[in-house]
C-alpha cells in the first residue's frame, strides 16, 4: 500500500481496531492486536523514544529533554494548528529489543502522529523495518552516518559527509595531509571511516590506518602505540558511548598531543565539561551544534540555553541531538500547519515541499540563522561548526559555514517525491577508495 493511497489513521477510522493488527502490524508477532487511539479534535500524539538509562544515556537524556522544552513551548503557545500535543514517552534503556518491542507499541496500540526515536545507527536500522511496514512518519536526529533514502524517515541530524566534510579540510590544511583513523566498530563507524577515505581522496590526504573499536572496549593502549607508530598529523575519531571515552584521558596520559578531528565528542558526550584537561586538548569536532556555538539565538538572555536550563537546571549539558530534536519538532510543528492536518500522508508531503526555520513564520535554529529541510532526501542542510578545545578544555568556533547535504541529492540522485524507497546507500557503491 502506497501512502497515496489511504493513510493508515484514515484505515483505523474506517475498519476498526481488529483489522489493523493484520495491516500495521503484519501478523500478532508484528505487534499483535491494536486499539485506535487516534489524535481527538483538540490533541495529536507525539512518541520519543529516547535513551535515558544504559550506554547512550549520556547522549540520549537530553534528545528526550529537547523535545519536551519544545513540545512544552509549542503547547503554551497555542499549540500545532489549535491542537495540543499529548506524548508517549519511555526509555528504551540502549536497548534494541526493547526499541523494537516499544515502536510497535507507538504505532500499532499509541497511534502516535510523529515519531523521535534512537540515538545509534544500530538502533535506526533494528525499528526502520517497523516504521515503513506501517507507514509511520519518523524522524531520526542523530548525526550519523549519511545514504538513508526512506520515504517515511527524515534524517535530520547532520550526515558524516557533512560533519567530516567540514572538519577534514581544515585540518589537512592546518596539519598536514597524512591521517590515522580510529571508528567505533558498527555501521556508524565503518561508514564514516569510508568517508574519511573519500574525503582524503578529494583533499590530496592519505589514510595511514584505520582501526575499529568494539563499544565494549574501554582499554586504548595497543591503538595509541600504533598511532605514534604511524606518526600521523592527524587522528579522525569516531568513537561513540560511554567505554570509548577512556580513549582521551588515555591518550593525554601518554603524552600523545597530536590533533584530534572527529565527529562524535564533545558535541554530544560533552568530554570537555566531564574529563580533567588536557584530555581533549587539541580536539577539532565538526558539528551542528554545541552548547557553546556563538550565535544570537543560542547565547542571548532568554535563548536556547537559557531556557533548557530554566526547564531542567540539574541537566549537565546541551548536546548536538537535543538541538536536532529540538527545531525538528518545530519543523513538524509548521508542516502539519501547512497541510492542515495531522495525517501523516498530507504531513510528509507538506515537509517535502521543503520547510525552513528562521522566517517570519517559524523560529531561528540555534545552530544557525536559517536552516532548510531538502524535501527530496528528507535531510537537512545545516550549519555546520568547526569547534576546537585548547588545553583547559575552553571551546571556540574556529571556522564556520552552511554545508548541504551532498552525498543522496548530488551522487544517488535520491528523489522521495518522485520515487519512494527505503533505502540506505553507501559510499563503497559509489567511490573506488572507499572500497
Not at 550506554?55 to 499549540?79: H, Q, T
Not at 571556540?396 to 535520491?414: K, M, W
Amino acid at each position: 500500500m502506497s501512502r497515496q493511497s489511504v493513510s493508515r489513521r484514515q484505515f483505523l477510522g474506517a475498519s476498526g481496531a481488529a483489522v489493523v493488527a493484520g495491516l500495521a502490524g503484519c501478523s500478532a508477532g508484528e505487534g499483535g492486536t491494536s486499539t485506535d487511539t487516534a489524535s481527538s479534535a483538540d490533541t495529536l500524539k507525539i512518541g520519543v523514544l529516547e535513551d535515558q538509562s544504559g550506554n547512550f544515556a549520556l547522549v540520549g537524556d537530553p534528545k528526550a529533554k529537547a523535545s519536551m522544552l519544545a513540545i512544552e513551548e509549542i503547547n503554551a503557545n497555542g499549540g500545532i494548528d489549535g491542537k495540543q500535543i499529548e506524548t508517549f514517552q519511555r526509555d528504551p534503556q540502549s536497548d534494541n529489543q526493547r526499541y523494537q518491542e516499544l515502536t510497535r507499541t507507538a504505532i500499532n496500540e499509541e497511534n502516535v502522529d510523529a515519531l523521535w526515536a534512537g540515538y545509534s545507527s544500530a538502533t535506526r536500522e533494528a525499528i526502520r523495518p517497523i516504521i515503513d511496514r506501517n507507514e509511520q512518519l519518523y524522524f531520526y536526529t542523530t548525526q550519523y552516518e549519511g545514504g538513508v533514502c526512506d520515504e517515511f524517515t527524515f534524517a535530520v541530524g547532520p550526515t558524516a559527509r557533512q560533519q567530516l566534510g567540514i572538519v577534514l579540510p581544515y585540518l589537512v590544511e592546518e596539519f598536514g595531509p597524512d591521517i590515522y583513523t580510529i571508528a567505533a566498530d558498527y555501521n556508524f563507524g565503518q561508514l564514516s571511516a569510508d568517508w574519511v577515505k573519500v574525503l582524503a581522496n578529494e583533499n590530496d590526504a592519505n589514510v595511514l590506518g584505520e582501526e575499529f573499536i568494539p563499544l565494549s572496549e574501554s582499554s586504548f593502549g595497543s591503538t595509541i602505540n600504533r598511532i605514534q607508530e604511524q606518526d600521523p598529523d592527524f587522528v579522525m575519531s569516531m568513537l561513540v558511548g560511554a567505554n570509548h571515552t577512556s580513549f582521551y584521558e588515555q591518550k593525554a596520559s601518554a603524552g600523545l598531543d597530536v590533533p584530534i578531528g572527529t565527529s562524535t565528542a564533545m558535541a554530544q558526550g560533552y568530554e570537555h565539561r566531564r574529563l580533567d584537561p588536557p584530555a581533549m586538548a587539541n580536539i577539532y569536532a565538526g558539528v551542528n551544534y554545541m552548547e557553546e556555538v556563538p550565535t544570537d539565538s543560542n547565547t542571548r538572555d532568554g535563548g536556547f540555553v537559557d531556557r533548557y536550563f530554566e526547564m531542567y537546571p540539574d541537566a549537565p549539558y546541551l548536546n548536538e541531538e537535543a538541538e536536532t530534536n529540538y527545531f525538528s519538532t518545530y519543523m513538524y510543528k509548521k508542516a502539519v500547519e501547512q497541510a492542515g492536518t495531522t495525517e501523516q500522508p498530507e504531513v510528509i508531503d507538506a515537509l517535502e515541499s521543503g520547510i525552513e526555520l528562521g522566517t517570519e513564520e517559524a523560529p531561528e535554529a540555534p545552530e544557525g540563522e536559517t536552516i532548510s529541510l531538502d524535501g527530496a532526501t528528507h535531510h537537512v542542510d545545516h550549519h555546520m561548526w568547526i569547534m576546537r578545545a585548547d588545553e583547559e578544555h575552553n571551546v571556540e568556533a574556529v571556522e564556520n559555514r552552511q554545508i548541504p547535504e551532498q552525498f543522496l541529492s548530488e551522487t544517488v540522485g535520491c528523489n522521495l517525491p518522485e520515487n519512494p524507497e527505503q533505502t540506505q546507500y553507501t559510499p563503497v557503491d559509489y567511490y573506488e577508495e572507499a572500497e
